[in-house]
């Protein structure tokens, strides 16, 4: 049974870092894509980031690009995502996806469909 957990999320104030993991039960890490998204209150799940199978490639969502990072390491089944000088508009539910999926397009990463299992998902709160 594949289960993703994450852990990491909390309440921080604007320009504060925070580092989300999840970790990955019944897969090979090695073998899944994996990416991040968020769900803030009252809207949609919206992609974030991306990481290929051995973390070759990565993808960001504009919104995050140049203070998020996503990291994995296979070893441990784990994935990462290293969140820096955080917004209020960070505010959501952050959730670990992971994805048997071998060929991407840029519109692949955004998809939900495109992924195979999911957490249950951290809360990250940024005070203002």
């Known amino acids: 049974q594949v289960q993703l957990v994450e852990s990491g999320g909390g309440l921080v104030q604007a320009g504060d870092s925070l580092r989300l993991s999840c970790v990955a039960s019944?897969?090979?890490?090695?073998?899944?894509?994996m990416g991040w998204f968020r769900q803030a209150p009252g809207k949609e799940r919206e992609f974030v980031t991306y990481i290929s199978r051995i973390g070759g490639n990565t993808y960001y969502a504009d919104s995050v690009k140049g203070r998020f990072t996503i990291s994995r390491d296979n070893a441990k089944n784990t994935l990462y995502l290293q969140m820096n000088s955080l917004k209020p508009e960070d505010t959501a539910v952050y959730y670990c996806?992971?994805?048997?999926?071998?060929?991407?397009?840029?519109?692949?990463?955004?998809?939900?469909?495109?992924?195979?299992?999911w957490g249950q998902g951290t809360h990250v709160t940024v005070s203002s």
């Open positions: 996806a992971a994805s048997r999926k071998a060929y991407w397009s840029i519109s692949d990463y955004y998809t939900s469909r495109s992924y195979d299992y």
């Open positions: 019944g897969l090979a890490a090695s073998t899944y894509a």
